[in-house]
Structures are given as structure tokens and as C-alpha cells.
């Protein structure tokens, strides 16, 4: 989920839950910013804690979105 796109720096959340019987579940939160520094270019932040086959996870995670054309 993100919030509204009209937000410079809007919120951002995600809920993951995976199981491949007697293999391996996951249960995942994210929590994190997106931060909208003009229409073509965006940069999001982000922490992730996560369960797998009861280990814990925790990881930060950056990122960037930019738009370009392709053709034209």
C-alpha cells in the first residue's frame, strides 16, 4: 500500500505471507517513505522485518524510480 500519489513524501507498507508446505513460510512486514522529487524521479526508503521457518530478517532497503522514453 502507498499513500496518495499527489504526497511529496508518502507512506508505504507491505504485508507478505508465503508458504511452500513443509518446505518454507515467510511472514513479512515493510514499513517505509517514498519520496517524490519531481514527476520522472522518486526515492524510497524502507525497513523489513521478517520471519523465515522461525528465523528472524531484518533488512533496510533504498531505492530509486526513474521515467524515461523509450521511443519519441
Do not use: C, H
Request: zero cysteines.
Amino acid at each position: 500500500m502507498e499513500g496518495p500519489a499527489d504526497w511529496v513524501v508518502r507512506p508505504a507498507a507491505e504485508f507478505v505471507y508465503e508458504r511452500e508446505f513443509g518446505n518454507r513460510e515467510e511472514v513479512a512486514l515493510l514499513a517505509g517513505l517514498i519520496w517524490q522529487v519531481s514527476e520522472k524521479l522518486a526515492f524510497d526508503v524502507a525497513l523489513r522485518q521478517a520471519r523465515i521457518n522461525d528465523r528472524p530478517e531484518t533488512e533496510v532497503r533504498a531505492g530509486l524510480t526513474f521515467a524515461f522514453a523509450a521511443f519519441g
